[in-house]
């Protein structure tokens, strides 16, 4: 039977001990995106959102939850984080403007920073919706999902 990780021998919750770990190079990349309406993405792409730079400020959002989601994922270790990069790339083709998100994450510590990645994609992409809802709030966020994670016993590419 395998052992759950997460859950003491009373059944309850608690955060896996990793200091007997390497401390290794680690780096995760996420991917979200969010589909716009074409007036919302002339005002993203003019920089004319009532609001203000929507990419900077959701570049700035993303890089603040890398930085914090040991404070809203419980079980997640808080981790020196080294670096954060947060790019988007739009997607035109077909009469919709999906603005994809990729988020770059990497630590030297002893546990991975794949959560960090993932919560920073979301957070960007929430804060492009927070930027926008007053101009139409039928935005859709797309998949999330883990592109790819390095360092510790095991790598990842999607």
């Known amino acids: 039977m395998s052992e759950f990780t997460h859950i003491n021998q009373q059944g309850n919750a608690k955060m896996v001990d990793v200091s007997d770990k390497s401390i290794t190079k ?3 990349i996420a991917h979200s995106s969010i589909t716009v309406n074409q007036t919302i993405y002339q005002q993203i792409t003019d920089n004319t959102n ?3 730079n929507v990419l900077n400020t959701a ?3 993303g890089i603040m939850a890398a930085k914090n989601t040991a404070s809203i994922i419980p079980m997640c270790h808080p981790l020196p984080i080294s670096g954060v990069d947060v790019a988007f790339d739009w997607d035109t083709d077909d009469d919709q403007y999906v603005l994809h998100i990729e988020t770059t994450v990497s630590t030297t510590g002893r546990t991975g920073v794949e959560m960090e990645a993932l919560t920073a994609a979301s957070a ?3 804060t492009v919706y ?3 809802k007053a101009v139409d709030k039928g935005m859709v966020i797309g998949e999330t999902y883990l592109v790819k994670k390095t360092g510790g016993k095991s790598d990842f590419q999607r």
């Open 26 to 28: 680690r780096t995760a």
């Open 50 to 52: 009532k609001k203000g």
């Open 59 to 61: 570049q700035i959002a």
């Open 124 to 126: 960007t992409a929430l």
């Open 130 to 132: 927070d930027m926008c």
